[in-house]
Structures are given as C-alpha cells and as structure tokens.
C-alpha cells in the first residue's frame, strides 16, 4: 500500500533546532492530511502536530511558537521543522498519513504510521 520513510532525528542541545522529514511512497493517490506524533518513556503518544491537504495546520499547545509542519505535495512529503527545543521534546517522533490508494477499480481510505525517529535534547 503506502509505506512512510522518517528521518533528522538526532541530539542536540536545548535551544537548538532539528527538522524531521517523513516521505510517503506506494500506490497512492491522493493524501487528505498528515500529521506528527511524539511518544516519550512512560507516556502516552500525543499528537504535535498536524497538516491537511488544504494546508490548514494545528498544533498541540507546548510546540505551539516553536513547531512548525509543511509538506511538498509533489514528494508526497511532510517536515516538522523544531526550534527553541526543550529537553521536554526527547521523544520518539512517528509521522502518520492519512488518504486514498490505487487498488484496482477502487481507492480505498489507508493510515499509514512510519518507524519513528528519536529526538533527544540535552539540557
């Protein structure tokens, strides 16, 4: 169907930036909206932040300032560009996909969640 390829985590310092990138590849055809997760030890996975087809954004309230998503439609691919980072950021970071693809005569909805990518900040 569609698979999702993250990269641009890494280390780095609080105060520093770090932007992710998740490419969408696969018999797709149309992508309705994209979004970024985050996952910390212990914790829940809690949406960061979000971009529809139509390129309305939303952003959960502790990136709100910092965050920033945008994706190129002709690469089928979302970023989330990571400014000012806390050490409260360190989490795994997945991408998630939501659309339409080729299957046959028909194009079926699918969800799509990439491998995630760790984002560590130091203090």
């Known amino acids: 169907q569609v698979q999702l390829v993250e990269s641009g985590g890494g280390l780095v310092q609080a105060g520093g930036s770090l932007r992710l990138s998740c490419a969408a590849s696969?018999?797709?055809?149309?992508?309705?909206?994209m979004y970024w997760y985050r996952q910390a030890p212990g914790k829940q996975r809690e949406l960061v932040a979000g971009?529809?087809?139509?390129?309305?954004?939303n952003y959960a309230d502790s990136v709100k300032g910092r965050f920033t998503i945008s994706t190129d439609n002709a690469k089928n691919t979302v970023y989330l560009q990571m400014n000012s980072l806390k050490p409260e950021d360190t989490a795994v970071y997945y991408c998630n996909v939501k659309g339409t693809y080729h299957s046959g005569l028909y194009v079926p909805n699918f969800v799509s969640w990439g491998q995630g990518t760790q984002v560590t900040v130091s203090s």
């Open positions: 696969g018999s797709i055809f149309a992508i309705n909206a």
């Open positions: 971009i529809t087809s139509g390129k309305i954004t």
